[in-house]
């Protein structure tokens, strides 16, 4: 799930990975934008092996893990706010808090990156419709059309600006901004 050769982040000052992990994606990014700062935004107990993981990678000195919450508020000062694998977890009305939560925390130029499968509309066969499946299944939350997140985005305040396709079929870069 590579998405470094098809975007670029150079142009953002500190970029956000919301629910992001161990740190190994923003870290990554961190890499090719060699100007950038970044905080990894997750729960707790997720933040002490993100703080490791940061140290062992060189990026401890341009990144830090902040413990928090998504569905209370994610750290503010952000030119870029980054969600991997995330929204496809939640229903429709946790996804808008999580958006909305962002779209608050980002100044008047800010941009969000959904890194999530993004079902094409039709009946022929995708892997992310059997993705789809799975998430409705496992965790109450599915994946999603193009339009169904415009949709989300829009209740969120925010507008979908493009989509940029990887390689990989069950992961898009859906980038909006505020309205």
């Not at 729960?43 to 490791?52: D, M, Q, R, Y």
């Not at 928090?68 to 808090?97: I, T």
Request: with cysteine.
């Amino acid at each position: 799930m590579n998405v470094l050769p098809v975007y670029d982040f150079t142009r953002f000052g500190t970029i956000v990975d919301v629910g992001g992990g161990n740190g190994a994606l923003l870290s990554a990014v961190l890499d090719q934008a060699k100007h950038s700062k970044g905080i990894v935004y997750d729960e707790a107990h997720v933040v002490k092996e993100t703080e490791v993981l940061l140290r062992e990678r060189g990026s401890a000195d341009r990144c830090t893990a902040v413990a928090g919450s998504f569905f209370d508020s994610v750290p503010a000062g952000g030119d870029a706010y980054m969600m991997k694998l995330v929204l496809h977890d939640w229903n429709d009305e946790q996804c808008v808090r999580i958006l909305r939560n962002c779209a608050e925390a980002m100044g008047p130029d800010g941009v969000l990156l959904v890194l999530d499968a993004v079902i094409p509309t039709g009946n022929d066969p995708h892997p992310g419709k059997f993705m789809d499946l799975n998430m409705l299944v496992m965790t109450g939350g599915r994946e999603r059309t193009q339009e169904e997140f415009a949709g989300l985005f829009k209740r969120a305040g925010l507008e979908l600006s493009r989509v940029v396709h990887t390689h990989s079929p069950l992961v898009s870069i859906v980038e909006a901004v505020k309205v």
